[in-house]
T-cell receptor, first 113, second 114 residues
Framework: GENVEQHPSTLSVQEGDSAVIKCTYS??????FPWYKQELGKRPQLIID?????GEKKDQRIAVTLNKTAKHFSLHITETQPEDSAVYFC????????????FGTGTRLQVTL | EAQVTQNPRYLITVTGKKLTVTCSQN?????MSWYRQDPGLGLRQIYY???????DKGDVPEGYKVSRKEKRNFPLILESPSPNQTSLYFC?????????????FGSGTRLTVV
């Protein structure tokens, strides 16, 4: 089955700086890669996703890049703000055959003033 | 409002006392799943259901049961809870596991077994 590794487990950045979270996956057939943000005490919520036919996708201050050859994908947050502080999860799935999203272990991002 | 509703939000129980966590979705999703979240381990799937009366084990099914008698409901049953089942539980639904828009998660149930 799929295995997703996520790094770093914790990340502290100053407000205004950029943050990058990286994930690698094991199943070369995986073709859908969502990112979830979980604020303290809240449910995970989808913030951006990418499919394997696309190398990069942006939505305002967040972007995701995908390198299929290396089997890794990354979340980039620019001009970080205190409200970006949360736990971020990456996930991967082969939509043709798999029965679940496989999640990474999460990154706790702290944006300091 | 499209949502996944879980109840209860918080539950403290004793070892061996059967409990049920309810999950209901109003989006007519075929796929529903239960995950548990533990520090350092991320989200691990317990059980999932592709449709009514179709359920299957995820990665960590031991000690849990589920049922899918109706499309909207997917309860999680702990027949004899043990302390190692203390965790944060999330129900999730989608049209398909990899459908655009991903999962919609419930608000979570924090379970403590003493």
């Amino acid at each position: 089955g799929e295995n997703v590794e996520q790094h770093p487990s914790t990340l502290s950045v100053q407000e205004g700086d950029s943050a990058v979270i990286k994930c690698t996956y094991s199943d070369s057939a995986s073709n859908y890669f969502p990112w979830y943000k979980q604020e303290l005490g809240k449910r995970p919520q989808l913030i951006i996703d990418i499919r394997s036919n696309v190398g990069e996708k942006k939505d305002q201050r967040i972007a995701v890049t995908l390198n299929k050859t290396a089997k890794h994908f990354s979340l980039h947050i620019t001009e970080t703000q205190p409200e970006d502080s949360a736990v971020y999860f990456c996930a991967a799935i082969n939509t043709g055959t798999a029965s679940k999203l496989t999640f990474g272990t999460g990154t706790r991002l702290q944006v300091t003033l | 409002e499209a949502q996944v509703t879980q109840n209860p939000r918080y539950l403290i129980t004793v070892t061996g006392k059967k409990l049920t966590v309810t999950c209901s979705q109003n989006m007519n999703h075929e796929y529903m799943s239960w995950y548990r979240q533990d520090p350092g381990l991320g989200l691990r799937q317990i059980y999932y259901s592709m449709n009514v009366e179709v359920t299957d084990k995820g990665d960590v099914p031991e000690g849990y049961k589920v049922s899918r008698k109706e499309k909207r409901n997917f309860p999680l049953i702990l027949e004899s809870p043990s302390p190692n089942q203390t965790s944060l539980y999330f129900c999730a639904s989608s049209n398909l596991p990899g459908a655009p828009g991903g999962y919609t998660f419930g608000s979570g149930t924090r379970l403590t077994v003493v």
